[in-house]
């Protein structure tokens, strides 16, 4: 749980008794406290934590990180590699800070190898592919395709309404790859080499 937007209970929900470990990340632990909520652990240089929540914690639970080289959610997804976690799923990492959120997509693409990432909001879902990718999604879900990160070769979809049969995905070029839409309940992708943003709309789009 970041220090961004304050997810709504139904989307923690989602995840709260299911995963394996809760954490905040620095602030991201007040937003917690707030909903009544307490994580496992506290990681980052905490310099967000306040005196009164930081008490809630016993200190094993809080894992003071002061390189100020890395963000909060560097800490983080290095604290879950080294768990042996797979699987990481970052809540309350958008809000009003884009500087922010394109920090923790920069962070995120440094663990891709490592760690399986998706970023939710109440509105969308955000993956880090690097070859596979497949969903189960109602028919009509927007999902756009953004090669943030680099050119992406060869991409075969299926499942999607503009077919990518081999096509390649490059910053600032056509084809774009933005809004997508399944016309089968099983979606997949596969591309040869790059990272590529899937983003799934979680709500219809007016």
């Known amino acids: 749980m970041g220090n961004g937007e304050t997810p709504s209970q139904t989307l923690l929900a989602q995840f709260w008794d299911k ?35 930081r008490k809630q914690f016993q200190a094993s639970q809080l894992h003071l990180v002061t390189d100020q080289e890395t963000n909060d959610v560097s800490k983080v997804l ?42 939710w909001s109440e509105a969308e879902r955000i993956d880090l592919s690097t070859g596979i990718w497949s969903a189960l999604l109602p028919i009509g879900t927007t999902v756009s395709l953004i090669p943030a990160f680099g050119p992406v070769t060869e991409i075969t979809s299926w499942g999607l309404g503009y077919a990518l049969a081999g096509r390649s995905l490059c910053p600032g070029q056509p084809p774009c790859g933005v809004s997508n839409l399944s016309v089968q309940p099983d979606v997949r992708i596969k591309f040869s080499e790059g990272t590529l943003l899937v983003v799934t709309q979680l709500k219809q789009i007016e």
């Open 19 to 53: 995963v394996e470990l809760r954490i905040g990340a620095d602030g991201g632990a007040n937003r917690l406290l707030s909903l009544g909520l307490t994580p496992d652990f506290v990681i980052g240089d905490l310099d967000s934590l306040t005196e009164a929540n």
């Open 78 to 119: 290095e604290f879950c590699h080294h768990q042996g976690i797979k699987g990481v799923h970052l809540l309350g990492m958008q809000g009003n800070r884009t500087d922010h959120f394109m920090a923790c997509l920069d962070s995120c693409f440094g663990f891709r190898n490592l760690l399986e990432i998706s970023i």
